[in-house]
């Protein structure tokens, strides 16, 4: 597991989120928000976000209504003008035309009012989901981590909650704006003509089955369109970053048919998704085509009968007719948008429901110092399949000793080493350090007694200086040149063109292996850990790069109690007892001539001089 944490730093520096989490909604409405279940839930959990910018949305709502008399007062007016002034030729109609004017000016100011500041609202509402979803993510345990993968997180953060973006600046004013229109229309046609509202509302039948039949599908796929995306991004993520395996393996074609599969199944699930929403405008067109035929024609006989239905009021009919088909048309193109950012939503909400890390004991204390004497007693633990990973381990390093692991893989080496950091708790027994069990300790101060030096360890993009600095963020420039002079690593880094200012790209790709664990033992050495775990930080490192390290190592460890994992059994000759492990369980201890001397599994190690690791 310690491989996926890929860091040489002090571990709380990296999670400490706790100041800003407590201000975000998640947080403050986490009794409130039920587990995701159906589009209402999610909705409803997207309301709770909304609600934050209460009063913003009031403005939006008071524009909407203010956008919608302005619409209604359009036709309205423009048929007045037909009956009093066109076909009676009375004056003032200059003045009337003016109002008009003045009236559709208005109504598109409003529209604009209203997207600027539900922009406004709906970029927020992102903001603190996105804040949200980051925070909880670095409260959430190690094993969650094992068991996603990290481009589909990744997908969740960006195109998800993206999704949720683009469809709320659109899909909450239309619908709520739809709403409302169709509610004035419908009145405004009333106090008409009820006849002619019976026969545009003939049309409404066939409006609500083809919408239901849409939307039913739609909500599927887009849903699947959201999920395949996800998997498409977790899948890119992996071969990128194992460019080196897929093509030292050959398997170039083998991940690109790979992609290919899942690149088929986004596109037609985003086909048809596309395409089946597509069908509402045309159905809604050509509906509301439909409307316009009947009322005219309608409207015309009325007229030749002699009724007092004017040709004004045809006009008026004729337009909202088409206002009318309108927001029912906006009401399904823009329930299938808000479905999309359900889907979205959804996927963001099932992280946010994921257990975070088991808070700390009531009473759990503040370390301000640790001497460094750690003890094993009667541990066991097993991972969720229930095969016991570590079975009954007992044993004592002093403080400043250096205690080495052996042993094949899937031993148990970096459970151990993962259970002290309480990345995982004990299904039995106890760990204690300095005399007192860990489960008694927070956390966060247990981890920042602690500082890690991996096999391939993670380097951020930014300068050096700023990468050693992470060991200990307030530290001076002289404190973290310091640092890398003990680690040997200035040397090479004032050879470099900006020295401690020079930049790295993304995990360090611009300068070798051996480079990149010189720095980290710097940030190690500037983080002034009591505790330090070295997890295999001498493999796939030339001999001259391997002295340095070695000689940085020695001087790390000197006084500290050490944990150490290593690919080659001369790095841990001086250990001060190795423990050797097998299916879990502790098979040899003793000191590197003891068990030499011994006719046992690390007695036939030396003679092989290889030891595989987890």
């Not at 609500?208 to 999920?227: A, D, H, V, Y």
């Not at 790390?556 to 492990?581: C, D, P, Y």
């Amino acid at each position: 597991m310690f491989d996926k944490l890929k860091e040489p730093f002090r571990y709380p520096r990296m999670i400490q989120m706790e100041d800003v989490s407590n201000k975000v909604i998640s947080k403050d409405t986490a009794k409130q928000k039920p587990k995701v279940k159906d589009a209402a839930t999610t909705l409803k959990r997207l309301w709770l976000y909304l609600m934050e910018y209460r009063l913003k949305l009031v403005v939006v709502i008071v524009l909407i209504i203010l956008s919608t008399i302005f619409s209604l007062l359009g036709p309205y007016l423009a048929g007045t003008a037909i009956d009093h002034y066109i076909s009676k030729h009375n004056s003032g109609f200059i003045p009337f035309l003016i109002v008009m004017a003045v009236v559709y000016i208005l109504h598109a100011f409003t529209l604009w009012l209203q997207n600027i500041w539900m922009i406004g609202i709906s970029q927020g509402t992102v903001k603190r989901m996105r804040m949200d979803l980051f925070s909880h993510l670095h409260k959430l345990p190690i094993p969650f981590f094992g068991k996603r993968q990290h481009g589909e997180l990744m997908s969740r953060m960006t195109n998800d909650i993206e999704n949720v973006s683009s469809s709320l600046n659109s899909a909450f004013i239309q619908l709520f704006s739809s709403v409302l229109l169709l509610t004035g229309i419908v009145s405004v046609m009333l106090s008409l003509s009820p006849m002619l509202t019976v026969i545009t509302f003939m049309i409404v039948p066939l409006m609500i089955i083809g919408m239901n039949w849409i939307t039913n599908k739609t909500s599927r796929l887009f849903k699947s369109q959201q999920r395949n995306l996800g998997d498409m991004n977790g899948f890119v993520e992996e071969t990128l970053s194992g460019q080196r395996i897929v093509k030292a393996f050959s398997q170039e074609q083998t991940v690109i048919h790979k992609f290919k599969l899942r690149n088929e199944r986004i596109h037609a699930s985003g086909f048809w998704a596309q395409t089946i929403s597509g069908f509402i405008p045309k159905l809604m067109n050509g509906l509301n085509n439909l409307s316009f035929a009947l009322i005219a024609g309608i409207g015309a006989l009325l007229i030749l009968n002699g009724s007092s239905i004017t040709i004004g009021v045809i006009v008026i009919f004729a337009e909202f007719s088409r206002q009318f088909t309108r927001p029912l048309n906006d009401l399904a193109n823009q329930w299938n948008t808000m479905l999309s950012a359900i889907a979205g939503a959804e996927r963001v909400f099932q992280i946010l429901d994921e257990e975070i890390e088991g808070a700390d004991e009531e009473n759990a204390v503040r370390l301000k110092r640790v001497e460094g004497k750690v003890e094993f007693q009667n541990v066991s633990f097993a991972y969720d399949s229930g095969n016991a990973a570590i079975s009954n381990v007992t044993f004592t390093a002093s403080q400043g000793e250096t205690v080495a692991f052996v042993g094949p893989t899937g031993a148990g080496k970096t459970t151990l080493l993962a259970m002290l950091c309480r990345f995982y708790e004990p299904n039995s027994g106890q760990i204690r350090i300095d005399d007192r069990n860990i489960n008694e300790i927070q956390r966060e101060s247990l981890r920042s007694h602690m500082a890690f030096v991996l096999q391939d360890p993670l380097l951020f993009e930014g300068t050096i200086r700023e990468n050693i600095r992470y060991g200990r963020l307030e530290a001076t420039d002289q404190e973290v040149e310091a640092a890398a002079i003990e680690a040997n690593a200035h040397s090479f880094i004032m050879r470099m063109k900006g020295s401690y200012d020079a930049k790295l790209k993304l995990d360090g790709s611009g300068i070798s292996q051996g480079q990149k664990q010189l720095i980290a033992i710097a940030r190690a050495i500037l983080a002034n850990p009591s505790i330090l775990v070295l997890d295999e930080a001498t493999s796939s490192i030339d001999t001259i790069t391997e002295m340095k390290i070695q000689e940085a190592l020695q001087r790390l460890m000197k006084g500290r109690t050490s944990f150490v994992i290593a690919h080659r059994l001369n790095t841990i000759e001086q250990a001060h007892q190795i423990i050797v492990l097998q299916d879990g369980a502790v098979v040899e201890r003793g000191s590197h001539s003891e068990l030499v001397h011994r006719n046992g599994y690390f007695n036939r190690l030396v003679k092989r001089q290889f030891v595989r690791y987890e």
